[in-house]
């Protein structure tokens, strides 16, 4: 298969850019037979110095205003041309691509003229609790213009949790098997150690009681 991969959260430091980076690392040590197609825009290109290098991975480095995990945060925007952008970019290479996968709805763009598409959505944090998440109304408003755009155009969303899943189908009414739980894994690191009882933390007080 040649798979098509919306790499542009790559430089986002938490959960959706970890998740995309380990992600694409681990697939491409287990994977020995399928070909991906790395799409992001050129400041991700050019502030990614830890893109995985592999003869099955090429990289399409498309040219838009601003770095998509910037503009896509809870206190900013992309624009419609940027987002035009990378969904021709994906348009001019759907013949031979057999799937598109976005490891985040975060970084989501539309797709026309697509091969199936796969969409993680890993929680319904800012749908539930949009007063933590968002500045301002219209940013709650065009994150749920989007995720309901991923939604209707995804063949399958994939989600970390039976708790998300369910919350998912709820909230898009949505048919069982089309959301399927992928567990998020543990980063390979090294184990932790029991620290010697001079050096724990000292128990918290209990809390006095109003």
Known sequence: ??????????LNKRGPGRYT??????????DQENEYRLFLDAETARQCEDLPESER?????????????YAASASGHRTLRDLWTMGQAVRQFSHDLDLFYFPSVYTFFPLRSSPKIVV?????IPQHYPDLMFPRW??????????RWAVWQADLIATGSETARR??????????????????????SPPGR?????????PRAPSPRR
Do not use: Y
Not at 57 to 69: G, I, K, P
Not at 168 to 186: L, Q
Not at 194 to 202: A, D, T, V
């Open 1 to 10: 298969m040649k798979i098509g991969v919306d790499a542009s959260c790559w």
């Open 138 to 147: 219209h940013n709650e408003l065009l994150w749920r213009l989007k995720v």
């Open 120 to 124: 993680t959505i890993h929680d319904m």
């Open 57 to 69: 991975v090429s990289r399409l480095v498309v040219q838009t205003s601003e770095a998509a995990a």
């Open 167 to 188: 919350d998912i189908i709820r909230a898009f009414r949505m048919a069982e098997d089309v959301v399927k739980v992928v567990p998020n894994a543990v980063i390979n």
């Open 21 to 30: 980076r380990e992600l694409l690392r681990a697939l491409l040590a287990v």
């Open 194 to 202: 029991r620290l010697p009882r001079s050096r724990r933390p000292p």
